[in-house]
């Protein structure tokens, strides 16, 4: 809506100019614009990705004789510990007699019953 008339020029107050009469319509508000978040499109019944797994070996390759032997007739000196890998604690039972057997007696009973592992956390085959 214009400020001042263009017929006489005289000023426009609520659509009605002041001096002649002449009305102006006022313009139609502009239709308000909303904007939605658009959301990713729903699938229903569609088949599950399939999630590749690196296949870990479930065993050692170490053997479950061997380390028995050695806990058996060496245990005392952490033979079957450092046969494992497991050199920090085969240096603990080398120096302390194998924890004075308690632990080289503790070490053979696990690796009779199968619940001994290796350096990597594997069963002993």
């Not at 499109?41 to 050695?70: F, G, R």
């Not at 007739?73 to 079957?80: C, I, N, V």
Request: glycine share 12%; with cysteine; aromatic share 14%.
């Amino acid at each position: 809506m214009p400020d001042k008339c263009d017929s006489c020029g005289g000023p426009v107050k609520g659509g009605i100019c002041a001096y002649c009469g002449k009305t102006y319509e006022t313009p139609a508000a502009a239709p308000v614009q909303t904007q939605y978040m658009q959301q990713p499109p729903i699938y229903y019944n569609q088949a599950p990705q399939t999630v590749y797994v690196e296949q870990v070996p479930a065993y050692s390759n170490k053997s479950k004789t061997t380390a028995a032997l050695l806990c058996f007739f060496l245990g005392w000196l952490g033979a079957h510990r450092f046969y494992t890998g497991k050199i920090g604690t085969a240096i603990l039972y080398l120096f302390t007699a194998g924890l004075w057997g308690v632990g080289a007696l503790v070490d053979f009973i696990m690796i009779l019953v199968g619940s001994y592992r290796d350096t990597n956390g594997l069963i002993l085959k």
